[in-house]
């Protein structure tokens, strides 16, 4: 049995991501020891393996979106698929002399239907703020593209919004 090196990555719930580098279209095991995982309590996993398979590249699918945005401001751009799960998200920032024109390229998505969610970022802390009754603060603006955007495996996507 041919042993890869990996390294954890980001631990997000009951996910564990691993950095390492696999071939397409290549089978293999991911082997645990016993107690190589424990739970909040302390409490030690039975040693275990899990089969999988790699994809190729041409399983995916890529996006340019080509936004012309409402006010130079900056912005948190999310695509999000059809139960509105959050799939990516970039952030993009618009000086003074910048223009309102701004491409944006998503990677590595899987085919299907996606939807485009934008905030205008007012304060630039990255994520949505809601308002504040009490400083009569308006929550952040959000523009939501309802036509899906449809991706197909091994094809690069183009599309534009005029975002109002």
């Known amino acids: 049995i041919k042993q890869i090196p990996c390294k954890i990555g980001a631990i997000k719930g009951n996910l564990i991501?691993?950095?390492?580098?696999l071939d397409p279209s290549a089978e293999y095991t991911l082997a645990?020891?016993?107690g190589a995982i424990t739970d909040k309590t302390?409490?030690?996993?039975d040693s275990m393996s899990i089969a999988f398979k790699t994809t190729e590249p041409e399983d995916y699918a890529s996006l340019v979106l080509k936004l012309q945005l409402p006010?130079?401001?900056?912005y948190i751009v999310q695509l999000l698929n059809p139960e509105g799960k959050l799939v990516a998200e970039q952030y993009t920032e618009l000086s003074i002399a910048s223009s309102v024109e701004k491409s944006i390229s998503f990677k590595n998505l899987v085919p299907g239907n996606y939807f485009v969610k934008i905030i205008e970022d007012e304060n630039k802390n990255k994520k949505w703020d809601t308002g504040a009754i009490l400083d009569k603060k308006q929550p952040e603006v959000i523009y939501f593209n309802q036509v899906p955007i449809k991706l197909l495996a091994n094809w690069d996507s183009e599309s534009e919004w005029i975002v109002k």
């Open 17 to 21: 991501q691993l950095q390492t580098n």
């Open 32 to 34: 645990l020891n016993k």
């Open 42 to 45: 302390g409490e030690e996993a």
């Open 71 to 74: 006010k130079k401001e900056n």
